[in-house]
């Protein structure tokens, strides 16, 4: 497997791995992420050189997140060193045709690596309240919840609690 940039190519392949992990979601109840978020921000982050694709031999998508330069809820919540240089780790999904075989752990391990080498001290993420295996697989990994919650207004009838979390990469 092979960790690379997106590109405009693996649009549709991106789209139809995160509808089967959004359908996936919503059968566990974790119904955080529709047709709009993440799936319209995928364009962008490749224009932007920030989405990140695991990749098998025929180009089957495995893996996916973006690495960000900032989140609307940096702000929000309580950070060890809030002025320190991080980037935050979004759209993180794992194809459900390879669940549960340390996939998660494998790309969390290039994010950090990725952070590393573009001089960020901190790789910081946002995960909502109810995803309980998000939590579980940050945590496990080494992340750190931090204070506060951000709460995300997505319309008059939503609103999502996030937790902020973060790993040191750089000493």
């Not at 992420?33 to 799936?39: G, L």
């Not at 295996?133 to 919650?149: D, E, M, S, T, W």
């Not at 997505?154 to 040191?168: A, K, M, P, S, V």
Request: with cysteine; glycine share 6%.
């Amino acid at each position: 497997m092979d960790l690379r940039l997106a590109n405009s190519n693996d649009l549709s392949k991106l789209k139809a791995m995160y509808g089967n992990i959004i359908d996936n979601m919503n059968r566990n109840n974790i119904p955080i992420w529709d047709e709009i978020y993440p799936c319209e921000f995928f364009s962008d982050d490749i224009e932007n050189n920030r989405l990140y694709l695991l990749v098998e031999e025929h180009d089957d998508i495995v893996a996916a997140f973006a690495l960000c330069e900032s989140n609307a809820g940096e702000s929000y919540v309580k950070w060890e060193n809030a002025h320190d240089k991080a980037l935050y780790l979004d759209r993180f999904g794992v194809n459900v045709d390879y669940s549960r075989r340390g996939i998660g752990s494998i790309m969390l391990n290039h994010a950090i690596t990725l952070t590393k080498q573009k001089h960020a001290k901190y790789l910081r993420l946002f995960v909502v309240d109810i995803n309980k295996p998000a939590i579980n697989l940050y945590l496990k990994n080494g992340f750190r919840q931090v204070g506060g919650i951000y709460e995300e207004r997505i319309d008059d009838d939503l609103i999502l609690r996030e937790y902020g979390f973060e790993i040191e990469v750089l000493r």
